[in-house]
């Protein structure tokens, strides 16, 4: 569920494994997903492989926490506004850090994705290999620009229609 099921083939082919009776050890599931350490991707995605397309599910398994629901009715309000919306790397994000088992796991993704240097800073902003430590604070400034310009225009746009 990585890729925040942002192509309802996906769902659907989840969606018909369920209707296809294949899937009868319930307990089995769960402990997979808890070793794993995926219980609420695995429990946001049965959420939404039932509420959007009526897959079979136990009740057991669609007890999900707050953050589990907050994830499952994103995405179902993707496809029920905007099916054919392409998905941003941002609708990824979202996703991975509501489904996240913890605040460890949400505060190494922020990292990664936010400070950890990246390829794309490397090669839009070549340094010597000395100063490669400053590049984590170059990131976050290249991605304040970079995110910043996009919500200025938005703001912009929005005040003018």
Known sequence: SGHAWYRIEWL???????????????????HCAHALDGRRR??????????LLGAPVPEEMLRGDAWTRRAA??????????PGRVHESKDSFRYQLLTDSG??????????????????????????????????????????????RRVLRHDATSLVS
Not at 43 to 49: D, E, Q
Not at 109 to 127: G, Y
Request: net charge positive.
């Open 103 to 148: 605040a460890l796991p949400r505060t190494q993704r922020c990292w990664s994705t936010f400070i950890r240097p990246a390829l794309v800073d490397t090669n839009e902003m070549p340094l010597p290999r000395w100063l490669w430590p400053l590049y984590y604070v170059l990131r976050p400034a290249r991605l304040s620009v970079k995110y910043g």
């Open 73 to 82: 009715r994103t995405v179902i309000r993707w496809f029920a506004t905007d």
């Open 12 to 30: 659907c082919a989840v969606a018909e494994l369920l209707r296809g009776g294949t899937v009868q050890d319930w307990d089995r599931v769960r």
């Open 42 to 51: 695995v429990s946001a995605a049965l959420s939404i492989v039932h509420q």
